[in-house]
């Protein structure tokens, strides 16, 4: 069954991309560079339907096959942000509305989880990974390939502690991602967009809460370990910001990510953040076998490096010195 999830994910995410490119080119739903931006041409948005398209397809056929509110409370979490990110691909939404559906999205995918019997602190996990990760897998769509191959690792990842419906869920979004990408590099003539990118952050926040369900509760930490690069540039930047006084909500270029492509390009960021994953999933699936104290004393130690060596490099750039990349 895997196999087949696999091809129809890759096949129909493609189709859908290819479909998004075409029409975005008709409707001039184009990304036009800019100094808060890191591409240098006019770029199509809205590719990320073909993830969306497969992955609600694939929630609502584990709705059909189980039979429980889970799977639905997942459908209509997922349709409330990948909506909100259409509309926002199409015709810009202020930032309040869709902060609400973000917010109404996590309450779905929490209430699902309470009415399936999950002890609290999964449910109270959920409801607050959906607008947080929703919000992550945004600030790291600027360059070619990262949000969609950061997500195809973290689901992958996470489909190796998941059973059940949820590891086929996991293996349909990395799917879906495999299809999307041979359009986002080594160049890219499409973007994720808002439908793309939200749709992910809430998918991965369902996976781990999912697998924060499955496993014993002390667990749920090390689950975080495959979104961790993403979240911890996506943090420690906003908290910079706001050391600084700058208005942390605002589009900005000033991601690590965004510093490092101007220097060295994107493909060799998105390769960088890649192995910054996997090296984190690797952590995760070892420590996920070990005591408590010895697994939350090797994550503290992984994410403790991971932001010294942020705040080394983000010391090291200068603003105004890097060129576009893309």
């Known amino acids: 069954m895997l196999f087949g999830v696999v091809m129809?994910?890759?096949?129909?995410?493609?189709?859908?991309?290819?479909?998004?490119?075409?029409?975005?080119?008709?409707?001039?739903?184009?990304?036009?560079?800019?100094?808060?931006?890191?591409?240098?041409?006019?770029?199509?948005?809205?590719?990320?339907?073909?993830?969306?398209?497969?992955a609600l397809f694939a929630s609502a056929w584990l709705g059909w096959r189980e039979?429980?509110?889970?799977?639905?409370?997942?459908?209509?979490?997922?349709?409330?942000?990948?909506?909100?990110?259409?509309?926002?691909?199409?015709?810009?939404?202020?930032?309040?509305?869709?902060l609400l559906a973000h917010i109404a999205a996590g309450a779905c995918l929490a209430v699902g989880l309470w009415m399936q019997g999950a002890e609290p602190a999964t449910v109270t996990l959920a409801f607050l990974l959906v607008p947080i990760l929703v919000n992550v897998w945004n600030f790291i769509d600027g360059i070619d390939g990262l949000a969609a191959s950061q997500a195809l690792l973290a689901a992958l990842g996470l489909a190796c502690v998941l059973t059940g419906f949820g590891q086929l869920l996991a293996v349909a979004v990395a799917a879906a991602c495999a299809g999307f990408l041979p359009f986002n590099l080594p160049k890219a003539r499409i973007f994720l967009g808002d439908?793309?990118?939200?749709?992910?952050?809430?998918?991965?926040?369902?996976?781990?809460?999912?697998?924060?369900?499955?496993?014993?509760?002390?667990?749920?930490?090390?689950?975080?370990?495959?979104?961790?690069?993403?979240?911890?540039?996506?943090?420690?930047?906003?908290?910079?910001?706001?050391?600084?006084?700058?208005?942390?909500?605002?589009?900005?270029?000033?991601?690590?990510y965004q510093r490092l492509a101007r220097r060295?390009?994107?493909?060799?960021?998105?390769?960088l953040y890649a192995g910054w994953t996997t090296v984190a999933i690797a952590l995760m699936l070892t420590l996920i076998r070990f005591p408590v104290s010895l697994g939350w004393m090797g994550m503290a130690v992984f994410v403790v490096l991971s932001s010294g060596a942020w705040w080394r490099l983000h010391r090291g750039f200068e603003d105004g010195r890097e060129g576009i990349g893309r």
Do not use: Y
């Not at 793309?196 to 952050?201: D, K, P, V």
């Not at 943090?235 to 690590?256: F, K, N």
């Not at 060295?264 to 390769?271: D, K, L, M, S």
């Open 8 to 54: 129809a994910g890759i096949t129909g995410s493609a189709a859908a991309t290819a479909w998004a490119r075409a029409h975005a080119r008709r409707n001039g739903l184009l990304d036009a560079p800019g100094e808060r931006r890191s591409h240098a041409v006019p770029t199509p948005r809205g590719g990320g339907i073909g993830i969306v398209l497969v």
């Open 67 to 98: 039979g429980g509110v889970l799977w639905w409370c997942v459908s209509a979490g997922f349709s409330l942000v990948a909506g909100a990110g259409w509309w926002d691909d199409h015709r810009p939404l202020p930032a309040w509305p869709r």
């Open 195 to 256: 439908v793309g990118s939200g749709a992910l952050g809430f998918l991965l926040a369902a996976l781990i809460a999912l697998g924060s369900e499955q496993r014993m509760p002390w667990s749920w930490p090390l689950l975080l370990l495959p979104v961790a690069a993403c979240a911890i540039d996506s943090g420690l930047t906003l908290l910079w910001r706001a050391s600084r006084g700058e208005p942390w909500w605002r589009p900005h270029v000033q991601h690590l």
């Open 264 to 271: 060295f390009g994107h493909p060799a960021v998105t390769i």
